[in-house]
């Protein structure tokens, strides 16, 4: 069964998340890891849910380079990698359980290469047929959120996922660009990886959904954010995240955020 790593959001400061303080009153966000046989695919459900919003709530999300599935009332559906941002508005009381695969994890559920879902979100019924509209029911009507998680594991686990190496590689390679911040070049990559650029981009195309040097600039934002909230100066981390200056830092920042960082350090900086 999958295990609960419950914790309020602004103090896990989940990456992706933009302004999470805005949200610490509005929503409350929970972690289970999946079982033990579904692990090397799936990173981690997670679940928001709200209680009477007196006024609508709209959280703006960074993407990562994952796959996800969710489930909602408004919603039950995959989506691949956003290249941009996107958004969802709370009303009234809910909940969303989503599923996070692992960079590479969905392409053995997809039997395909993972860029076909690229920019796409897909009805969990069109990709897996009655038995994925049998999940959407369950999941819906079940009132405990931990049973709804295991309902999800159970059926993912049915589908009898095979173990792909080149998956592996692929989760590895990014989970080495997202905490290696010296990686900024996907040259630099290749060479870790053994791969040739060219190599390394049918890779990522096939098993994450989408090229390493998008993967690379994703994962510096991310950092850029959390050292804007630190106070860091802009020219300093440009030069520190490869970026050639301080105003190609602030286009990529404001087009993925949707705010400059000026304006993003005064608002995450609030108590």
Known sequence: MPRSSESRLVET?????????????AFDYARFEPSAGLAAFVGHFWVVTWTDLAEPYEQRIISHPTVNMTITRDFRRIAGVIRGGFSYTMRGSGRVIGT?????????????PVSQLTGHFTEIAALFGPSGAHLVEQVLSEPDTQTAVT?????????APHHDPLAEEADALVSLVENDVTLTRVDDLATRSGRSVRSLQRLFRD?????????IRRFRLYEAAERIHQGLDLATLAAELGYTDQAHL??????????????????????
């Open 207 to 215: 098993y994450v959904g989408i090229g390493p040097k998008w993967v």
């Open 13 to 25: 400061r989940q990456r992706g998340w933009v302004d999470p303080y805005a949200g610490r009153d």
């Open 250 to 271: 602030t286009r990529d920042f404001t087009a993925a955020v949707g705010m400059p960082p000026a304006a993003y350090a005064r608002r995450s900086s609030r108590p």
């Open 100 to 112: 996070r695969f692992r960079p590479g994890g969905f392409r053995p559920f997809l039997g395909a």
């Open 151 to 159: 309902t999800i594991d159970t059926f993912l686990q049915s589908l």
